[in-house]
């Protein structure tokens, strides 16, 4: 089974800080995405990254930057946290399969509160 | 620009009746439509994903329709028991653009034993 792991389940920081969100797969999957989910919202898509260095902006990068050294890592940043960065954070992979079809596996999520 | 919509928002319904989730969407171009299941404070869990040359896919007791068409989708649970309660999300994946999915705000649905 794909295993996505979110190295936090709930984190608590402080405005301003700059935050780090860390997510691993076991699956050697190439694609690995960030999104935040928000009550009324739905999940809306940060960024995402198709290979190690390679990403792409979501529908709300603002205020987000990420990292990818490594294949199996998708590092999410806050800059400066605000606290209208206040929500559950998922992260994502899937595996390449250029427009044909393949499911995406999502870890257990951070619930992250900014103060 | 694509929107998708989940009516309703909350369900509950006796348990061992069947039951179908909606999932509409305002663009046919699509690649497939995904099915989840959350639970409350987890992640999602993949249920079924339909491509978009297909009609339905079946896993146990849940059936997924596809209608591009009409742009629907139903999630047919049967037999349904106290342990399906959860979040139903529906997501398509978008052919414009690379791998951008457009998720609706789902369906929350009890299970009352």
């Known amino acids: 089974d794909v295993k996505v792991t979110q190295s936090s389940r709930y984190l608590v920081k402080r405005t301003g800080e700059k935050v780090f969100l860390e997510c691993v797969q076991d699956m050697d999957h190439e694609n690995m995405f960030w999104y935040r989910q928000d009550p009324g919202l739905g999940l809306r898509l940060i960024y995402f990254?198709?290979?190690?260095?390679?990403?792409e902006k979501g529908d709300i990068p603002e205020g987000y930057s990420v990292s990818r050294e490594k294949k199996e890592r998708f590092s999410l940043i806050l800059e400066s946290a605000s606290t209208n960065q206040t929500s559950m954070y998922l992260c994502?992979?899937?595996?390449?399969?250029?427009?044909?079809?393949?499911?995406?596996?999502f870890g257990d999520g951070t619930r992250l509160s900014i103060l | 620009k694509q929107e998708v919509t989940q009516i309703p928002a909350a369900l509950s319904v006796p348990e061992g009746e069947n039951l179908v989730l909606n999932c509409s969407f305002t663009?046919?171009?699509?690649?497939?439509l995904q099915w989840f299941r959350q639970d409350p404070g987890k992640g999602l869990t993949s249920l079924l994903l339909i491509q978009s040359s297909q009609r339905e896919q079946t896993s146990g007791r849940l059936n997924a329709s596809l209608d591009k068409s009409s742009g629907r989708s139903t999630l047919y649970i049967a037999a349904s028991q106290p342990g399906d309660s959860a979040t139903y999300l529906c997501?398509?994946?978008?052919?414009?653009?690379?791998?951008?999915?457009?998720f609706g705000t789902g369906t929350r649905l009890k299970v009352l034993a």
């Open positions: 997501a398509v994946r978008v052919t414009s653009g690379t791998y951008k999915y457009i």
């Open positions: 990254s198709y290979d190690v260095k390679m990403k």
């Open positions: 663009d046919s171009a699509i690649y497939n």
């Open positions: 994502a992979s899937s595996l390449f399969a250029g427009k044909s079809n393949q499911p995406q596996h």
